[in-house]
C-alpha cells in the first residue's frame, strides 16, 4: 500500500464530509474519555496512562500498545524508539506489543500499515503524546517539590530538579500524574537526540531467536478447528457439484460444504482437512474468466498503448518537441507480468463469527477494514468486533486485503465454532490479489545539444483504486449499502477521478524536461489485484529510469552525468545519486564481462538510488554488488534503515530477474517456490547503503529500497552484454 | 508410534504418511517449526533428525519414529541462548522472523559439522533456506559471528 491512501481518504472526506484541507497526522488530543481512561488505569491497576498508547507501572515497566502491524519493517521498534526518545528513557525499559483493533488508532478513519506510512505518520504524534506524559510527571514531582516545573527535568526514567540533583523514578509520581489535566499538542523536544539517529537492537528480537512469536498460523484458541478451502481454479469460478463422501469418512474430519468462496474442508487438525480435501471431488462452474490468456492480455495491453489514454498530467506540448526532435526520439515499451507476494507465512486467519460478536486474530494489515467488513457481512456493530493483530511472517501488501479475514469468517459462522483457516502454499501464489500486470509506453527527445525536451509515458493496468470492494468496509454504519455505491459509482463515472496509484513513479520525475505528459487507461479483466510492495512505482520506475538511460545513450553521455544535468531543482535527488554514484565507484574500469547500472527514484516521499554491478553468465544473470544511498529524512534508527533498503532490493531483484505469474485459460501457472523463484543466500550480492544524514521530516523506508532495482539491473546488464531488457522477469529473455 | 522430540519421549497416534512438521506443530504444539511451502522447497520447517537437518515438511513421521529429533525450541540450553542465537541478535538479523527458526537450525547443523565455514560453505549450506525479507547478508555475517562466538565458548 502507499501514500495514496492520503489521496483516498481526501476522497471520502470530500464527498462524506464536504471538504477539508489534507492534514498528516493527528492530534494527541485530551478527551474526556482520555481522562476517564486515565483515572482508571490509575484506581485499577496504579498504573499512569495519559494516553491511548502509553501505560506506565510504578516499578518501571513502560508499555506501548501500536496499532501498526509488525512484519519485519520495525513498526515495534518504531514506536520504542520515539516513546523513549520523548520520555527520557532507555528503549530496553519499553515493551511494545500489538493493541487490539479500534477507532483511536485511526489516522483520517483507517487503521491500516502500509504505504511506508507508520513513519512519517508516526513521528509528530507519538512524540507528542508521550512528551504530554513527560511534561505531566515532571509537574508531579515538581509540585510534591514546592518547585517549578522549569527548574527541572527528565533522564533516564527518573524526574530530576536541576538545581539540587534531586531525583524521583518516574515509578513513584504514578498516581500525583494521573491527577493532572493532560496538556495537548505538546511540542516534542528537537535534536540533537540521545536515542534516535543511532543503531539498535529491534524491540521484538528476543522471541524471533527462539521460535516464539506467534503469527498468525500459530493462534490457538479454545474450541478452534481447522479448515482449508478449495478455490475456484479460475477467478470467479463457482461450485457447480460436490462429491465429498470419502472425504468425510476420514479421520477428524468435521464438515465439507460448498459456500460463496468454494469448497471449505473443516476438521479437527490440519493435517486432517488436507488429507480429506485430496479425495473432494468438485466440478467447477470456471465462468468468465475461462479464457484469460495473460500472455495475449500483454500483447493486447502493449498494442493500445500505442494509442492516446486519458490525460493525468501534462506540461508543454509533448508532440510539438517530438515532431521538432525528429531522429533524437525514442519510443519504448516497459513492462511488467502479474505478481504474488509471496510472504513467508502463508495466508490464514482465525476467526469466532457468534451471533452478537466477532473475535478474529490474524496477521492483518488492514484492521479497520477487516472489522467494517465483519461488521457488514455479520450484523454486528464495529464495537462488537475484537480484531487482535498477530505478528505477520511478511505482508508486502498481501495482507491488507480481507479476502482471507471473510473466507474464514463466512466458514465460522457456518460451523459456529472458531475456525482457523491455512492456505496452503499453492494456494497462497495461485490465490490473486496480484501485483498488476503493467505496461508503460515511453516516447523521449533530444535536442541537438542532447538534453531531452520530451518524457511522455502512457500506463495501462488494473485499477486499483476500485472503490466498491472497499468502501462498504470503511463508511459509517448508519451509511446503507446502495448509499455508498450510488457515492463510489459517481466518484469512477466522473472520469476526474486521477489515478495516482497507476501512475506513481511516472509522474513528478522531477527531471527538468520542459514538455511531459502522462496518459492512463485502465485494463478492464477479472483478476483480483492488490498492492505489492511499491505499487505503482514497481513497473514506473522501471520505465522512468530505463527511459532515461536510453536517452542518456542516445545523448552520448554517462547516465549519471545526464541525470546530473536534468536535477538541478531537486537537490535531494541529486545528492542521493551521487552518493549511490560514489559507493558504487560509477566511472572507474569493470572487468570483462560486468556492466554497472544506475538508477534513482523518489516513492513515499523517500529518495533512495542505487547502482548495481551484474552480468549474464551461461546464460543465468548475476548480481555481484549493489551499493545503494537513502534519503529518508531524520534517520530515526540507522539499522532498520539498512536492512530495510537491503530487503526491498532482494524483492526487487527477485522480480525483476525471476517472478511472474501467468494464466492460462484463467489458471495461475505458478504455484510454488520452484516456479516463482525467490532469490536465495547464494544468489544474494552485498548491498551496502549509504544513509544521507537529514533534519527533514522523517518518510518511510519499508518499500523505496524497490523501485530503483529493476532499471538498474537491466542498465546493468546493458552495459555487460548490449542486450537491452524493458520486460520483467528478466530471465525470461535468455533463452540459448 | 514413539517419538524423541526435544529430550522428551512422546506418543502420537497418526497415519504413517503425516509429515513430522504437522505431527511436531498439531500433536505436540511446537508452534516454532514454520509451514512455509510443504514441499521442501523454502526450510522453515528445518528440525534435526540425528543431528542432521531434514525438512519436516517433506518428511514422513513414520520415517523419524525411534530418531532423536530436536527443533527450534530446545536449541537454548535452558535460559542460556545458543551461540547461533547470540550472533542473530548481537547482529540484529530477524525481520518479520518467519524463516528464523529454519535459518537458525540449519547453521547449528552447520557449525557442528564445520566449526570455521567460509562465505561458500555457508552459501551452499543455507541456499535451502528462504527468506522474503531479504535478511541474507545479515544472516551471513552471523554465522562468522556464531562461529567466533562458538571458538570463544571452546576456549574457555
Redesign the interface.
Known amino acids: 500500500m502507499q501514500r495514496r491512501d492520503l489521496q483516498r481518504r481526501d476522497f471520502l472526506r470530500v464527498t462524506l464530509l464536504a471538504g477539508g484541507a489534507l492534514c498528516v497526522g493527528v492530534s494527541v488530543g485530551c478527551t474526556s474519555a482520555d481522562v476517564r481512561r486515565m483515572r482508571a488505569a490509575s484506581k485499577d491497576r496504579g498504573a499512569f496512562q495519559p494516553t491511548h498508547f502509553l501505560t506506565l507501572y510504578p516499578d518501571g515497566r513502560i508499555h506501548v500498545g501500536t496499532g501498526k502491524s ?5 513498526t515495534f521498534e518504531l514506536y520504542r524508539l520515539l516513546v523513549a526518545e520523548a520520555l527520557s528513557v532507555d528503549p530496553k525499559a519499553i515493551t511494545v506489543s500489538n493493541a487490539i483493533a479500534s477507532p483511536e488508532w485511526h489516522v483520517m478513519g483507517l487503521q491500516i500499515t502500509g504505504g511506508s506510512t507508520s513513519t512519517p505518520e508516526s513521528w509528530l504524534p507519538i512524540r507528542s503524546g508521550a512528551a504530554a506524559a513527560r511534561m505531566m510527571l515532571i509537574r508531579a514531582a515538581a509540585a510534591a517539590w514546592g518547585c517549578a516545573p522549569e527548574g527541572c527535568t527528565a533522564e533516564a526514567g527518573h524526574v530530576v530538579h536541576t538545581a539540587t540533583k534531586r531525583r524521583q523514578p518516574f515509578g513513584a509520581l504514578l498516581a500525583a500524574a494521573a491527577k493532572l489535566p493532560i496538556p495537548e499538542d505538546v511540542a516534542p523536544k528537537t535534536g540533537p537526540f540521545t536515542v534516535l539517529g543511532k ?4 524491540a ?12 498468525g ?2 493462534v ?1 484458541v479454545d474450541g478452534m478447528v ?1 479448515a482449508m478451502v478449495l478455490r475456484p481454479p479460475v477467478f470467479g469460478g463457482t461450485v457447480k457439484t460436490l462429491d465429498a463422501a470419502a472425504a468425510l469418512k476420514l ?1 477428524g474430519v468435521i464438515e465439507i460444504f460448498a459456500f460463496e468462496l468454494g469448497v471449505a474442508v473443516v476438521a479437527k ?3 486432517q482437512a488436507r ?1 480429506a480435501a485430496a479425495l473432494v471431488k468438485i466440478e467447477w462452474d470456471h465462468g468468465v474468466n475461462a479464457e484469460l490468456d495473460s500472455g495475449a492480455l500483454m500483447a493486447a495491453a502493449v498494442k493500445r498503448s500505442a494509442e492516446p489514454g486519458q490525460t493525468h498530467a501534462q506540461r508543454g506540448d509533448v508532440d510539438e518537441a517530438l515532431a521538432v526532435a525528429g531522429e533524437r526520439t525514442l519510443e519504448v515499451v516497459y513492462t511488467g507480468p502479474y505478481l504474488a507476494h ?5 495466508l490464514n486467519a482465525t476467526v469466532h463469527v457468534e451471533a452478537n460478536r466477532v473475535t478474529a486474530w490474524l496477521g492483518t494489515q488492514f484492521q479497520s477494514g477487516t472489522v467494517g467488513i465483519f461488521s457488514r457481512l455479520f450484523g454486528v456493530p464495529r464495537a462488537q468486533v475484537f480484531l487482535h493483530t498477530t ?6 501488501g498481501r495482507r491488507s486485503c480481507l479476502d482471507f479475514a471473510i473466507e474464514a469468517g463466512l466458514i465460522s459462522k457456518r460451523v459456529g465454532r472458531p475456525v482457523q483457516v ?1 492456505w ?3 494456494d497462497d501464489t495461485t490465490g490473486g490479489y496480484y501485483r498488476p500486470l503493467m505496461v508503460a509506453r515511453m516516447r523521449g527527445a533530444l535536442d541537438a545539444g542532447g538534453r531531452p525536451t520530451a518524457f511522455a509515458a502512457h500506463g495501462l493496468s488494473q485499477n486499483l483504486l476500485k472503490f466498491e470492494s472497499w468502501a462498504p468496509s470503511m463508511a459509517p454504519e448508519w451509511m446503507p449499502a446502495t448509499m455508498i455505491g450510488r457515492a463510489a459509482g459517481q466518484l469512477l463515472s466522473t472520469q476526474s477521478v486521477p489515478n495516482p496509484v497507476s501512475l506513481e513513479g511516472l509522474t513528478d520525475i522531477s527531471y527538468a524536461i520542459p514538455n511531459q505528459r502522462v496518459d492512463y487507461t485502465a485494463i478492464q479483466v477479472g483478476v483480483p489485484v492488490g498492492f505489492w510492495r511499491s505499487v505503482g512505482h514497481s513497473v514506473n520506475a522501471f520505465a522512468t529510469e530505463g527511459l532515461i538511460n536510453e536517452l542518456a545513450h542516445l545523448a552520448g553521455q554517462d547516465p549519471v552525468a545526464f541525470r546530473r544535468g536534468l536535477l538541478g531543482q531537486d537537490a535531494r535527488k541529486l545528492a542521493v545519486l551521487e552518493a549511490a554514484a560514489k559507493a558504487g565507484d560509477w566511472g572507474e574500469p569493470i572487468d570483462a564481462g560486468w556492466g554497472r547500472g544506475v538508477a534513482v527514484a523518489k516513492s513515499f516521499n523517500t529518495y533512495c538510488a542505487m547502482v548495481i554491478e551484474a552480468g549474464i553468465f551461461e546464460g543465468q544473470i548475476r548480481v555481484r554488488r549493489v551499493s545503494a544511498a537513502i534519503d529518508c529524512g531524520t534517520p530515526i534508527n540507522l ?1 532498520m534503515i539498512e ?1 530495510q533498503v ?6 526487487g531483484l527477485s522480480a525483476a530477474i525471476w517472478q511472474k505469474i501467468d494464466l492460462v485459460n484463467g489458471r495461475p501457472q505458478q504455484s ?3 516456479d516463482y523463484h ?7 550480492p ?2 551496502s547503503v549509504a544513509i544521507m544524514p537529514s533534519t527533514a521530516s522523517p518518510s518511510g523506508v519499508g518499500e523505496p529500497g524497490l523501485p530503483p532495482v529493476a532499471p538498474a539491473l537491466a542498465e546493468a546488464l546493458y552495459q555487460a552484454t548490449g542486450k537491452r531488457l524493458r520486460s520483467m522477469p528478466f530471465a525470461d529473455h535468455l533463452t540459448g | 508410534m514413539k517419538l524423541k522430540v526435544d529430550g522428551k519421549t512422546v506418543e502420537v497416534d ?2 504413517a504418511d ?2 513430522l512438521l ?2 511436531l506443530r ?2 505436540l504444539g511446537k ?9 521442501g ?2 526450510g ?1 520447517c528445518t528440525v534435526h533428525i540425528d543431528g542432521q537437518p531434514q525438512r519436516s515438511c517433506v518428511f514422513p513421521v513414520a520415517a523419524a519414529e525411534g530418531r532423536t529429533i530436536r ?3 530446545a ?2 540450553d535452558g535460559g542460556a ?1 545458543h551461540p547461533v ?1 547470540r550472533a ?3 547482529l ?1 538479523v ?8 529454519g535459518q ?1 537450525m540449519t547453521t547449528v547443523a552447520l557449525l557442528e559439522a564445520n566449526p570455521n565455514p567460509s562465505d561458500t560453505d ?3 549450506a ?15 555475517r552471523a554465522v562468522h559471528r556464531a562461529a567466533e562466538l562458538s571458538a570463544e565458548g571452546e576456549a574457555t
Open positions: 509488525e512484519m519485519g519493517q520495525g543503531r539498535h537492537i529491534r521484538d528480537i528476543e522471541p524471533k531467536l527462539v521460535g516464539a512469536p506467534v503469527y498460523i500459530d490457538q481447522k479421520q487438525k490440519y493435517w488429507r509471496a510472504a513467508m507465512e502463508p505478528f505477520l511472517g511478511g505482508g508486502f491455512i496452503s502454499r499453492e539499522d536492512v537491503q530487503s526491498g532490493v532482494v524483492y510454488n517456490f520452484h525467490a532469490m536465495r543466500m547464494s544468489e544474494c552485498p548491498i | 497418526v497415519p503425516v509429515p504437522w505431527v498439531e500433536e508452534l516454532g517449526v514454520k509451514f512455509g511451502c510443504g514441499k522447497l523454502c522453515a527443533t527450534i525450541e536449541i537454548a541462548l542465537q542473530w541478535r548481537e540484529n530477524p525481520q518479520c522472523g518467519y524463516c528464523q527458526a537458525i555457508i552459501d551452499a543455507l541456499s535451502g533456506n528462504l527468506c522474503r525479507c531479504g535478511s541474507y547478508p545479515r544472516i551471513k
